[in-house]
Structures are given as C-alpha cells and as structure tokens.
C-alpha cells in the first residue's frame, strides 16, 4: 500500500497545526501570568490564618464576611502592636496583587486582615443603606473581639484600603476615630460610587482620611478616561487626595512596587 500525499487534507492539516499553536502560546500565557507570582510567602516569619466567621455573621442581616484572613508577624514585639491593623477589603480577581501586597506590609510591621464582604443586592434603597451603614460600624470592632479573645495581637486603631468593585458606604467611618485612613483603590467611577465618594470628600474634616489612588490606563491601549473627565469638571475631586500611578493598567501588573510605596506614603503620615 503506498502512500499517495496529493490525497491528503492539506488544509484540514493545517488548521490542526494552526489551533495547536494558538493553544500553545495560550497556555505560554498563563503559565507567565502565575509563574510571576509567588504562591507561598517568602518570609518565614509570617504566618497566616484563614478563620470561619459564622458566629460573627449570624449578628449582621445585611452584611455577610465571605472570608477572613489574617497575616501577621510570627515573632510579637510590641512596637508591632502599636502600629495600626490594615483592613484590606478584596474582591477575588485581585487576590495574587493583594497577596504580595500583604506579604510586602507584613514586612513593614503590620498585621493585615483581608476581609472579603457581601452586601444584600437591595442596598440602593435608602432604608437598606442606612441599615448597612449602621452595621459597617460594628463589623471591623467585633471582628478585632475575635482575634483578641485569648491574646491581643491586634491593634484596635486601624486603616482601610478598598480594592473592591463596589463601595460600601463608608461615610459612616468618619464618626469613628479609630478609623485613621481610608485609601481606595482603581474604584468604579459609576454613579453609585462617586456619591460614596462625595459624601465622603464633603466630610473631609473627620475621620477617615480619604485617599483615592488610580492607574493611569484601563488596559494596555485605553487610558482611564472617565477619572480624566471627573477631575476636570468636579472641584471637590480635583482638591482631594489623590494618586494617579502612571503607565499602569487597572490590574498593576509590573507596577506593584509603585503601588505599595504610594500606599505606605499615606498610612505612614498618619
């Protein structure tokens, strides 16, 4: 039997060989994209504790903690406990930056509790909201009770850095002293979001200090346009504290170093 290559698909072949490759430099992708990442923490002093807050969720009936995680120094010294807690509020697609993030503040001496909320999808209105907002005040205070029943690792004076899509009314902060910082990061510029926001700039005087940080780009092409066009038309957004990170995407992807010195600039003022 001979093989006669005039009968062979030559274009059928060559769309397998096609798909193949585009598989291959798909695959090339990802293994960049978590290869870059370091899955375990370097520091062989931190440790890390992943907590079931149930007990804590069954007080709350419009606010849920999906998860809680808190890292912290192995070794206790009490110049670490008088540094304040850092409440990192995530969604998941952050979760690697946030990760190295939290390794990076560790090393500078804080405790770092990443904290993962959901809210009922009915707090636009304006019962539920206020609802919310009465909540938030007790969520972070009864979840340092927790950490602290046996052993006070955790200091009670704290600063918030959101790195959610959606913010929570945090207006409500700004009557807790303990409170010194509120640092949001790449948020949505949606309706919702700017009157967070703006409630939050027109109580510039109390606590917490607002502090909005940006990247300069959406994605590799686009830049953040939207931000562009808010601080020229809005006064009280272009008088606030802000950072725009440039050359960076929405991801800061190549651009975490720069993102955590832009942090520990603000916290560290205070």
Not at 75 to 98: H, S
Not at 109 to 128: A, D, I
Not at 137 to 152: A, C, G, L, R, T
Request: aromatic share 12%; glycine share 0%; net charge positive.
């Amino acid at each position: 039997m001979t093989f006669n290559i005039f009968q062979v698909d030559w274009i059928t072949v060559d769309i397998i060989i096609i798909e193949l490759l585009i598989l291959l430099l798909i695959s090339v992708k990802v293994l960049k994209e978590l290869y870059r990442w370091r899955f375990f923490y370097s520091n062989a002093s931190t440790i890390r504790r992943v907590n079931n807050l149930s007990e804590i969720n069954a007080q709350f009936s419009t606010i849920s903690i999906k998860t809680c995680t808190l890292t912290m120094v192995n070794v206790f010294q009490q110049e670490e406990f008088r540094k304040p807690t850092l409440i990192i509020i995530r969604r998941y697609r952050k979760l690697m930056l946030l990760k190295a993030l939290t390794e990076a503040f560790c090393s500078f001496g804080y405790n770092v509790l990443n904290v993962r909320l959901k809210t009922m999808t009915r707090s636009g209105k304006l019962e539920m909201t206020s609802v919310i907002e009465k909540e938030l005040q007790h969520v972070f205070p009864v979840i340092f009770k927790f950490y602290n029943q046996k052993v006070e690792v955790l200091n009670q004076i704290y600063n918030v850095i959101d790195c959610n899509k959606r913010l929570l009314p945090f207006n409500i902060l700004s009557e807790n002293s303990d409170c010194r910082n509120l640092i949001l990061i790449n948020p949505r510029l949606n309706s919702r979001n700017l009157e967070v926001i703006m409630t939050l700039l027109n109580d510039s005087k109390k606590y917490p200090q607002l502090f909005t940080i940006f990247s300069e780009k959406i994605n590799l092409f686009l830049k953040n346009t939207k931000f562009e066009k808010i601080l020229r038309i809005n006064e009280a957004f272009k008088n606030s504290k802000y950072s725009i990170i440039q050359k960076a995407r929405s991801t800061f992807k190549y651009y975490e170093t720069v993102l955590l010195s832009v942090v520990m600039r603000y916290i560290e003022k205070q």
